[in-house]
Every structure is written in structure tokens, then in C-alpha cells.
């Protein structure tokens, strides 16, 4: 069925002078057909778009350009990716995620390429010979050269940004370097994913980032922040971005049985509380949340999963079960427990196919998705230490045995 002008602006209330204003601004998404004698006709879907725009700008008192995002944005990809035809670029591709999602990626889902961006030539080597395939590109830079990461993103749909400076202590002693990397490198991601008209990029981010007390934590808060409010910038371009957000993780290169293990050696394991407890991870886990995240996400969601909680101690006794364990005092800038979500993030949160997604509260973004989501209580928070779920010290042995 088609609708002339008049039968348009009758139907929706709107003056016709409006409407053809409209059809001028919202040209993209508005495109009446001409019938043979040159006269306009708007669709059904013309009508329907027209509708929407008229609820955005009077009831929900949208700019014309924030209507324009939000119609560009849509909800029309959300859902099952076809990965077959996916370009992908992550950074970090060297670190202990980037490697074990290139490896599932490649093993499960077989895309078009994954280009791997990282500033370690030897690690690239290195990966280069383990997995010695053609899928696999090796691009070496540095998240801090605006214009390297434009060259790599040329042709890409999806960015995985995993490059951080993520050591606590190095952080801390070279604050302007974590600086650099974690929020101008932030910064130089979405305006090189906007030029490059990529899709989708996921930002990684951590648990420290909540209620930050050391340098790490706060230039990952910043940064999520900056992907989170990227989406703003993106307009009429459709690149949509959103993080994950996770604990630590088990079997990477920066977590704690390593150094336990190395420490067993000697008979005695060193811990810095005995009450100190942390969210707990497997690779796998982490993966499949970035992954549930590129399908899911509208933009500007952080994506948290709902994962189990150990003490620190118990962790010890897992992987040193006869050794002597001693407390030496909680280091500068190390929190006894961490958060995942506070209270205030609580109140924005919805539980959502086995993970939270803390939703953004700003003007360019309206809900679409997450129809059956289920809203939290009032006061809702998910730390370490009151978490529901548990890793018992068999638990950990188990887990520990298998990575």
C-alpha cells in the first residue's frame, strides 16, 4: 500500500511542511517511489519510519542528528554473525586472549582473516610458527600510531581491542606510558574505526576498572568510558562500540599460578590477605562473552559475565597443597575484593542470556534490544565477596589440572 503526502501527515498528525522537511533530513531512510506521472508515494515502511520519527523528536526530544544515529544504528544485525565472511583486527593479538581466540576462531568458525596488531615482532614469529595459517595477518604497530592503525583497519568489520599495559606495578612507576597506551591508545581505536568504517569494535576491560584504587584501574575506567561515549561520535558512519568486562583469568601470562608454581619449588607460597577474594575466568569464557557481546551488542553496553568467585588462599592450596603459606601484607594499590558492577551501575543493569549487561544512560541511545532481559533488584551490586558462586579448593585443582 502507498500514502500520498497528505494521507501521510493526516495519518501520523504531523503537518505536511513537516513531513516533507523530514523526508529532506531523514533522505537515507525515507525514499518515497515516483509513480509514472512524477508524483511521490511513501511506502508502509516509509510510514513506519516517519512514526519513529515523530516519537523521537516530540516525545523523547531527540536533535534531528541523534534521530539520525539512532536509525542508523537500528537493531537490523543484531544477532547469529556469519563469521565466514568477517574480517577481523585484534589488538594484543599476541597476548594470551588474542592467541587463544585466533586459535578458536580459526579452529570453530573459520573467518575471512584475522589480522593480528601487536608491537612485538618476535611474539609475532612465534605465533606465526604455531599456527602457520593463511587466515592469519601480521601487522606490527603500536595502538599509539593513529595512522598505522588506520592502514590495519582498512576492509575490517570487527575490532577486538586487547592491547593494554596491564601490570599494576608497572603502571604504577610509569604512569605516563599507561597513559598513552590504555587511553590515547583508546582514543586513537574508535577515530581510526570510524574513518575505516568498521562495524563493531569490543573494547576488553577489567574488574580494577570499577571503583578504581591504582593507575591501571583508572586508565581502564577512562577508557571504557571513552569507547562507551565513542558511539556519540560515530553518527551517521554506524561504527558501534561496547566492552566486555571480566576478572582475572585463568592460564594467562599475568596471573598468579605462575608464580605459585615457581614458588612451590622453594616449599612456601606467599599471599598478600587471607581474606582476599577475585572473580575467576577460563580463556574459553572470556572469548565466548567478546563473542556473545559482537552478536548482541546495539552499542554501548558493557557485557559482564556471570562467573564464579575464590579466595586467593585457596587458590594457593590448590596449586600448593604441602607447602607453608605466609601473609605479607596487601601491596599498594590492590583492593581486598573487587566489583564488577556497583550499586549506581546496578540500577542500569539487566540480566540477559547467562551474562549482565550494564546499559548506557545517555541521549543518542535507546533500547531496542534485551526484550526478555530481566531487570536486577534496587541495590544491586556483583562483587568478589558476595558473589553466589564458589571454586572450592577442589575446584581450583580441577580447573588449575585442565589449563
Given at each position: 500500500?502507498?500514502?500520498?503526502?497528505?494521507?501521510?501527515?493526516?495519518?501520523?498528525?504531523?503537518?505536511?511542511?513537516?513531513?516533507?522537511?523530514?523526508?529532506?533530513?531523514?533522505?537515507?531512510?525515507?525514499?518515497?517511489?515516483?509513480?509514472?506521472?512524477?508524483?511521490?508515494?511513501?511506502?508502509?515502511?516509509?510510514?513506519?519510519?516517519?512514526?519513529?520519527?515523530?516519537?523521537?523528536?516530540?516525545?523523547?526530544?531527540?536533535?534531528?542528528?541523534?534521530?539520525?544515529?539512532?536509525l542508523c544504528n537500528g537493531n537490523s544485525d543484531v544477532g547469529k554473525i556469519d563469521w565466514t565472511t568477517?574480517?577481523?583486527?585484534?589488538?594484543?593479538?599476541?597476548?594470551?586472549?588474542?592467541?587463544?581466540?585466533?586459535?578458536?576462531?580459526?579452529?570453530?568458525?573459520?573467518?575471512?582473516?584475522?589480522?593480528?596488531?601487536?608491537?612485538?615482532?618476535?611474539?609475532?614469529?612465534?605465533?606465526?610458527?604455531?599456527?602457520?595459517?593463511?587466515?592469519?595477518?601480521?601487522?606490527?604497530?603500536?595502538?599509539?600510531?593513529?595512522?598505522?592503525?588506520?592502514?590495519?583497519?582498512?576492509?575490517?568489520?570487527?575490532?577486538?581491542?586487547?592491547?593494554?599495559?596491564?601490570?599494576?606495578?608497572?603502571?604504577?612507576?610509569?604512569?605516563?606510558?599507561?597513559?598513552?597506551?590504555?587511553?590515547?591508545?583508546?582514543?586513537?581505536?574508535?577515530?581510526?574505526?570510524?574513518?575505516?568504517?568498521?562495524?563493531?569494535?569490543?573494547?576488553?576491560?577489567?574488574?580494577?576498572?570499577?571503583?578504581?584504587?591504582?593507575?591501571?584501574?583508572?586508565?581502564?575506567?577512562?577508557?571504557?568510558?571513552?569507547?562507551?561515549?565513542?558511539?556519540?561520535?560515530?553518527?551517521?558512519?554506524?561504527?558501534?562500540?561496547?566492552?566486555?568486562?571480566?576478572?582475572?583469568?585463568?592460564?594467562?601470562?599475568?596471573?598468579?599460578?605462575?608464580?605459585?608454581?615457581?614458588?612451590?619449588?622453594?616449599?612456601?607460597?606467599?599471599?598478600?590477605?587471607?581474606?582476599?577474594?577475585?572473580?575467576?575466568?577460563?580463556?574459553?569464557?572470556?572469548?565466548?562473552?567478546?563473542?556473545?557481546?559482537?552478536?548482541?551488542?546495539?552499542?554501548?553496553?558493557?557485557?559482564?559475565?556471570?562467573?564464579?568467585?575464590?579466595?586467593?588462599?585457596?587458590?594457593?592450596?590448590?596449586?600448593?597443597?604441602?607447602?607453608?603459606?605466609?601473609?605479607?601484607?596487601?601491596?599498594?594499590?590492590?583492593?581486598?575484593?573487587?566489583?564488577?558492577?556497583?550499586?549506581?551501575?546496578?540500577?542500569?543493569?539487566?540480566?540477559?542470556?547467562?551474562?549482565?549487561?550494564?546499559?548506557?544512560?545517555?541521549?543518542?541511545?535507546?533500547?531496542?534490544?534485551?526484550?526478555?532481559?530481566?531487570?536486577?533488584?534496587?541495590?544491586?551490586?556483583?562483587?568478589?565477596?558476595?558473589?553466589?558462586?564458589?571454586?572450592?579448593?577442589?575446584?581450583?585443582?580441577?580447573?588449575?589440572?585442565?589449563?
Amino acid at each position: 500500500m502507498s500514502y500520498r503526502i497528505q494521507e501521510v501527515g493526516k495519518n501520523i498528525d504531523v503537518p505536511v511542511s513537516t513531513i516533507r522537511y523530514w523526508q529532506k533530513e531523514f533522505s537515507e531512510y525515507v525514499s518515497p517511489a515516483k509513480t509514472d506521472g512524477g508524483q511521490r508515494r511513501n511506502s508502509e515502511q516509509d510510514l513506519l519510519t516517519l512514526t519513529r520519527i515523530k516519537e523521537m523528536l516530540y516525545l523523547n526530544n531527540k536533535t534531528i542528528e541523534q534521530a539520525r544515529i539512532l536509525l542508523c544504528n537500528g537493531n537490523s544485525d543484531v544477532g547469529k554473525i556469519d563469521w565466514t565472511t568477517q574480517t577481523i583486527l585484534v589488538t594484543g593479538g599476541t597476548g594470551s586472549f588474542g592467541k587463544h581466540f585466533c586459535r578458536i576462531m580459526n579452529d570453530q568458525y573459520k573467518p575471512k582473516v584475522i589480522r593480528v596488531y601487536s608491537r612485538d615482532e618476535l611474539k609475532q614469529h612465534e605465533m606465526r610458527q604455531e599456527f602457520g595459517d593463511e587466515r592469519l595477518r601480521y601487522f606490527l604497530g603500536d595502538v599509539r600510531d593513529l595512522e598505522r592503525l588506520k592502514r590495519a583497519m582498512v576492509g575490517v568489520d570487527i575490532v577486538i581491542h586487547a592491547a593494554a599495559l596491564k601490570q599494576v606495578p608497572a603502571c604504577e612507576y610509569n604512569p605516563f606510558e599507561a597513559v598513552k597506551t590504555n587511553i590515547l591508545g583508546a582514543q586513537n581505536i574508535i577515530n581510526a574505526a570510524i574513518d575505516s568504517g568498521v562495524k563493531k569494535v569490543v573494547a576488553l576491560s577489567t574488574d580494577k576498572a570499577v571503583n578504581p584504587v591504582n593507575l591501571y584501574g583508572a586508565t581502564k575506567l577512562c577508557s571504557d568510558k571513552i569507547f562507551i561515549n565513542g558511539n556519540s561520535y560515530a553518527g551517521e558512519k554506524g561504527t558501534r562500540f561496547s566492552c566486555v568486562r571480566y576478572g582475572n583469568v585463568i592460564g594467562s601470562r599475568g596471573s598468579v599460578i605462575p608464580l605459585f608454581r615457581e614458588q612451590k619449588k622453594k616449599g612456601e607460597v606467599t599471599i598478600t590477605d587471607e581474606r582476599m577474594t577475585r572473580f575467576w575466568i577460563s580463556l574459553d569464557e572470556a572469548v565466548k562473552l567478546v563473542m556473545d557481546g559482537l552478536s548482541h551488542m546495539q552499542g554501548g553496553e558493557i557485557f559482564v559475565p556471570r562467573i564464579p568467585s575464590m579466595k586467593i588462599i585457596d587458590l594457593a592450596r590448590a596449586v600448593a597443597p604441602d607447602c607453608r603459606i605466609r601473609t605479607i601484607g596487601i601491596r599498594p594499590g590492590e583492593k581486598l575484593h573487587e566489583a564488577l558492577i556497583t550499586e549506581e551501575d546496578g540500577r542500569n543493569t539487566v540480566k540477559y542470556n547467562g551474562m549482565y549487561i550494564v546499559m548506557p544512560q545517555h541521549e543518542w541511545w535507546e533500547r531496542k534490544n534485551y526484550t526478555n532481559a530481566t531487570k536486577l533488584p534496587e541495590g544491586f551490586s556483583y562483587t568478589s565477596d558476595n558473589n553466589k558462586e564458589w571454586m572450592s579448593v577442589d575446584d581450583l585443582r580441577m580447573v588449575i589440572s585442565a589449563n
